[in-house]
């Protein structure tokens, strides 16, 4: 079955600057990355997502981008603010029943 | 409009007790999926419905956890004798199942399940 790996599972920054998580898969049936945003205690909301036919997808301070050749895929946050802060878990799709794979989370903290 | 509504919200159980999880999908939604989460891991999927029917249900750990969703709205996760390594989040999410919009998964808040 599928398997994505997640990197850094902490990451801390200054207000303003850009964050940047990674990821890996490994099925190379998978056609769909989306990104989450869980806060604590929350459920898990999407963010921003990207399909295999796609290099490159923006939305305002979040960027994603995707190497299907390499299998893997990131997560930008440019000017990062405080509200920011929270976990993000990548995942990844594919075949017909489109059941997502999780990786295991990155706690970004954005400091003031 | 509303999204997918979870209950109860928090759960605390004995070990050896049965529990009923309800999942209350967004209108119009064919899919439905269950997942656990673990303190500090990600979501880990359980199973998946498409209308009444479960069309993947190899997530589900062993035959103490059943799902149902009888009339392809609705639907309950049902553990028997449950087990503190049972405690967890339980999610559920649903998709449209159609256009370009099939993928997209909204979850719920989850209900916490504490086993003591």
């Given at each position: 079955g599928e398997n994505v790996e997640q990197h850094p599972s902490t990451l801390s920054v200054q207000e303003g600057d850009s964050a940047v998580i990674k990821c890996t898969y490994s099925d190379s049936a998978s056609n769909y990355f989306p990104w989450y945003k869980q806060e604590l205690g929350k459920?898990?909301?999407?963010?921003?997502d990207i399909?295999?036919?796609?290099?490159?997808?923006?939305?305002q301070r979040i960027a994603v981008t995707l190497n299907k050749t390499a299998k893997h895929f990131s997560l930008h946050i440019t000017?990062?603010?405080p509200e920011d802060s929270a976990v993000y878990f990548c995942a990844a799709s594919g075949g017909?029943?489109?059941k997502l794979t999780f990786g295991k989370g990155t706690l970004l903290t954005v400091n003031p | 409009g509303a999204g997918v509504s979870q209950t109860p919200s928090n759960k605390v159980t004995e070990k050896g007790k049965?529990?009923?999880l309800r999942c209350d999908p967004i209108s119009g939604h064919t899919a439905l999926y269950w997942y656990r989460q673990s303190l500090g891991q990600g979501p880990e999927f359980l199973i998946y419905f498409?209308?009444?029917g479960a069309a993947d249900d190899?997530?589900?750990?062993?035959d103490r956890f059943f799902a149902v969703r009888p009339e392809?709205?609705?639907?309950?996760?049902?553990?028997?004798?449950?087990e503190r390594g049972d405690s967890a989040v339980y999610l559920c999410a649903s998709s449209l199942s159609r256009g370009q919009a099939k993928n997209i998964q909204y979850f719920g808040a989850g209900t916490r399940l504490s086993v003591l």
């Open positions: 459920r898990p909301q999407l963010i921003i399909r295999s036919n796609v290099g490159e997808k923006k939305d000017e990062t603010q017909s029943n489109y | 049965y529990v009923e498409q209308g009444t190899s997530g589900l750990p062993n392809g709205s609705v639907s309950t996760l049902k553990i028997q004798r449950t």
